[in-house]
């Protein structure tokens, strides 16, 4: 089984489009990952029917018993996150400024506090309407833990890989640099780097290619909408060669890649000229798969 994890340095790049591009493409030989908890969308363009759920818990969170508490304040006065006020008669804990750091529970004379579980998302396995399993998740509003989270789903979607002996994971990555892009890319084969002509496009194409080389994986790019600025483009593919990048293609500025969204479709499932650029660009990423 290889494992190929595309990602992007900022938002907007078309990294998700491409990963149910080429998810769509390899249809039942791969088990699919959507490691991007934050802002998970894949499931709408691969038709996933939600098959299986389970809450997913991660870090805990300060709880109060009101008969044990005696208002001393001791608590209130030292969490420094402010996560601990006085409500009328009583102290309380603000849950989603609580950092589950133990410290008031610690100070607490009475033993009052005690420390709970929190339920942090939602972990999903579904079926695509390419007949595969689509490993996703859900981060709830204002929880963290998101590197947890994403790395329950690639073990899983690994663990699936290897049970139904699927020769790809395609993993869609979380955008940027941080935890749960670290998350998507332990244990990659093969990293496709997504970017686009703008400046902003070619700073973070350079600060998510530092992550990679950490992890010494190899990477390919494909440069999306190269048209809109070939200036930028040029620098990209400068850029590129010094890192010794391998540009797999150049995708043009397509208004088809809307029109595809607005339908939920992958954009492979509209036949044209940007379609057939796509699933030759696939074709360019497994051949450099080590």
């Known amino acids: ?128 309407k390419t007949d595969t399993n689509l490993v996703h998740a859900k981060l709830g509003f204002g929880a963290e833990n998101s590197g947890k989270l994403v790395a329950k789903v690639k073990n899983e979607a690994k663990k699936l890989a290897l049970a139904e002996k699927k020769e790809y994971l395609i993993v869609d990555g979380s955008p940027g640099i941080g935890c749960p892009v670290v998350s998507s890319l332990s244990g990659a084969n093969l990293c496709v780097l997504v970017t686009e002509a703008s400046l902003s496009g070619l700073h973070d194409l350079k600060r998510v290619y530092q992550v990679v080389k950490t992890f010494g994986i190899k990477a390919v790019c494909i440069i999306n909408k190269y048209d809109l600025n070939e200036k930028l483009t040029c620098k990209i593919e400068e850029y590129l060669k010094s890192e010794d990048i391998k540009l797999v293609s150049k995708l043009a500025y397509d208004e088809n890649f809307s029109k595809a969204l607005i339908q939920g479709k992958s954009l492979v499932e509209c036949e044209n000229e940007l379609s057939d650029e796509i699933k030759k660009s696939w074709e360019a990423v497994k051949k450099e798969v080590i």
């Open 1 to 128: 089984m290889k494992e190929i994890v595309v990602i992007s340095g900022k938002g907007g790049t078309g990294k998700t489009s491409l990963s149910a591009s080429f998810a769509y493409l390899e249809g039942q030989n791969t088990i699919v990952a959507d490691c991007d908890v934050d802002a998970a969308n894949l499931h709408i363009l691969l038709k996933a029917d939600f098959k299986k759920q389970e809450d997913f818990y991660a870090g805990e969170v300060a709880y109060i018993d009101e008969k044990n508490c005696i208002n001393c304040g001791i608590c209130a006065t030292t969490c420094r996150f402010d996560a601990i006020n006085f409500d009328g008669d009583k102290y309380i804990v603000d849950a989603i400024s609580c950092e589950g750091c133990w410290y008031c529970s610690r100070v607490c004379p009475r033993d009052a506090i005690e420390m709970q579980k929190q339920k942090t998302g939602d972990f999903f396995i579904s079926t695509t």
